[in-house]
């Protein structure tokens, strides 16, 4: 027969987020529906695809699945709103990550800190933007 062994850790291991909320300085800040989530993270799965980029640019703000570091790779943007007309980024983020709650979020990345905060109706994600992401105003 089959058998499982499972191993307990010291509570000395284990790392608890902060009790404060972690800081989002001149945040760029957009809402994302459920349905808009649900559409690009289903591309995400058919393109097989690695990222999730929120890219503003000339004025438009998309919400993209694509393969970063690929520039022949394949993408779905679906367009979430208006940005000033010379702001210019691409904040990159691992598409495994979202593993969200089917919800509403109101969304706010600090290029800053490279923190980004997906607020919605029931829980609220933090999660860090990748390297390679980039803000030019």
């Given at each position: 027969?089959?058998?499982?062994?499972?191993?307990?850790?010291?509570?000395?291991?284990?790392?608890?987020?902060?009790?404060?909320?972690?800081?989002?300085?001149?945040p760029i800040k957009?809402?994302?529906?459920?349905?808009?989530?649900?559409?690009?993270?289903?591309?995400?799965?058919?393109?097989?695809?690695?990222?999730?980029?929120?890219?503003?640019?000339?004025?438009?703000?998309?919400?993209?699945?694509?393969?970063?570091?690929?520039?022949?790779?394949?993408?779905?943007?679906?367009?979430?709103?208006?940005?000033?007309?010379?702001?210019?980024?691409?904040?990159?983020?691992?598409?495994?990550?979202?593993?969200?709650?089917?919800?509403?979020?109101?969304?706010?990345?600090?290029?800053?800190?490279?923190?980004?905060k997906f607020e919605g109706n029931i829980?609220?994600?933090?999660?860090?933007?990748?390297?390679?992401?980039?803000?030019?105003?």
């Amino acid at each position: 027969g089959a058998k499982s062994r499972y191993v307990y850790t010291d509570a000395a291991n284990i790392v608890f987020p902060p009790s404060d909320e972690l800081p989002i300085e001149n945040p760029i800040k957009f809402k994302l529906t459920e349905n808009q989530l649900s559409k690009v993270l289903n591309a995400v799965a058919q393109l097989r695809v690695d990222h999730i980029v929120v890219r503003g640019k000339k004025g438009k703000l998309y919400f993209v699945g694509t393969d970063f570091n690929d520039p022949t790779s394949n993408e779905f943007a679906f367009e979430i709103g208006e940005i000033g007309e010379n702001e210019d980024f691409e904040f990159v983020f691992l598409a495994e990550n979202f593993k969200f709650v089917s919800d509403d979020y109101s969304v706010s990345i600090s290029p800053e800190t490279n923190i980004a905060k997906f607020e919605g109706n029931i829980v609220t994600y933090w999660m860090a933007v990748e390297i390679d992401s980039y803000y030019n105003e």
